[in-house]
C-alpha cells in the first residue's frame, strides 16, 4: 500500500471536518433519490441517475483530488475514473433516459437495496464499530 492504515483514516477525519456538513447533503438527496423511487415518480430513474452523477463527481473532486491525493499516486487516476462514471450516469440515465426503474423482483432489485443498505447504514456503522469516530470514517457519498 502506498500510506499507511493511519495516513487513510486521516484523510477522512480532515475530509470530514473541512466539508461538514456535506454527508447530510450527501444522505438527504440518495432519501430524495429513494423516496423517487419508492413512490414512483414519472422521472425516478432521471433523478436518481442526476443524484449519483452528482455524488460522483463530488467524490472525484473533493475527495480524490484534494483529500487524497497527497497521499495515494494513484488519486488522480481514481478521480479521472469518478469523473467518467459519472458523465456515464448523466448520458445513459438523465440525457438519453436508459434507464428504466419498474422491478421490485429478482436478483438486480435484492443486489441494488442490499448496496443501498450496506452505502448507507452498514459501512458506516462498521466503521464506528471498529473504534472509529463518526467523523473519522468513510461516510456516505464518498
Known sequence: MPFTRDQFFMVFERYNA????????????AAAALVAIIA?????ARFA??????MWGWTAIAYHL??????????????????????LFIHF???????QIDSWTG?????????????????PA??????????GIPQFGV
Open 18 to 29: 473541512a466539508l461538514w456538513p456535506a454527508s447530510i447533503t450527501a444522505y438527504v438527496l
Open 40 to 44: 414512483g415518480w414519472q422521472f425516478r
Open 49 to 54: 441517475a442526476t443524484v449519483l452523477s452528482l
Open 66 to 87: 484534494v483529500f487524497f491525493a497527497p497521499v495515494n499516486a494513484l488519486a488522480n487516476l481514481f478521480a479521472f475514473l469518478f469523473v467518467l462514471q459519472s458523465a
Open 93 to 99: 440515465g438523465v440525457l438519453r433516459g436508459r434507464w
Open 107 to 123: 436478483w438486480r432489485s435484492t443486489a441494488g437495496w442490499a448496496l443501498i443498505a450496506y452505502a448507507g447504514l452498514a459501512y
Open 126 to 135: 462498521v466503521g464506528v464499530m471498529t473504534g472509529h469516530s463518526y467523523g
